[in-house]
């Protein structure tokens, strides 16, 4: 069956850095783009970030673009969220979610992973 | 800009109850095309990731009991759930994907 495990959340200054990772298995994952949706403390759902299958696009909510950044090995079924310049806004869980779509996004969130937690504090 | 957005924001329902959840999307999500509403609705649990219920405004996910349902068309949209259950207490959300940058409304608490 479908598996997402998100790792590498934390705790990090205003204007850090952080990586997130997210392990895929059970599908072909070289066929399916990949979702970033986060979820402030309490609050409700944010669709962060989407790369399609074959990396050859991402698209981005305007809050993070130019800070995060979306990348897919397809040789390590991994999908990555590079964050830099982070605020305090952006204090979340992470959550990267499988696309329904084959070979084509549908924006779906078909499969999500349990999430990771990102705080941004001094 | 797409904007959903959902309305009750809480809603105490009981047992056995019907619970209705609406969703309002700023523009249209029926692709003229393939006459279909590019919107979904995800259930998410107390320390749960979300879980896809609906897609295509009106299509239960396998393994979704039947007491869920899905209609609307355009920029309204309604779930509903007959005979409410414990287990359904949770956060509901509706999300469009008709753009390409998909948007979730602001969710729905449901409570018994």
């Known amino acids: 069956q479908v598996q997402l495990v998100e790792s590498g959340g934390g705790v990090v200054q205003p204007g850090g850095s952080l990586t997130l990772s997210c392990a895929a298995s059970?599908?072909?994952?070289?066929?399916?783009?990949m979702h970033w949706v986060r979820q402030a403390p309490g609050k409700g759902l944010e669709w962060v970030a989407f790369?399609?299958?074959?990396?050859?696009?991402?698209y981005y909510i305007d809050s993070v673009k130019g800070r995060f950044t979306v990348s897919k090995d397809n040789s390590r079924n991994t999908v990555s969220l590079q964050m830099n310049g982070l605020r305090g806004e952006d204090t979340a869980v992470y959550y990267c979610a499988k696309d329904r779509g084959y070979r084509s996004p549908d924006g779906l969130l078909e499969n999500w992973g349990q999430g990771t937690l990102v705080t941004v504090s001094s | 800009d797409f904007v959903v957005t959902q309305s009750p924001d809480s809603l105490a329902v009981s047992l056995g109850e019907r619970a209705t959840i609406n969703c309002k999307s700023s523009q249209s999500v029926l692709y003229s095309s393939n006459n279909k509403n590019y919107l979904a609705w995800y259930q998410q649990k107390p320390g749960q990731p979300p879980k896809l219920l609906i897609s295509?405004?009106?299509t239960r996910e396998s393994g979704v009991p039947d007491r869920f349902s899905g209609s609307g068309s355009g920029t309204d949209f309604t779930l509903t759930i007959n005979s409410l259950q414990a287990e359904d207490v949770a956060v509901y959300y509706c999300q469009q994907y008709y753009d390409t940058l998909p948007a979730f409304g602001q969710g729905t608490k449901l409570e018994i």
């Open positions: 790369i399609r299958f074959d990396t050859s696009n991402a």
């Open positions: 059970g599908f072909t994952f070289r066929s399916y783009g």
């Open positions: 295509w405004a009106s």
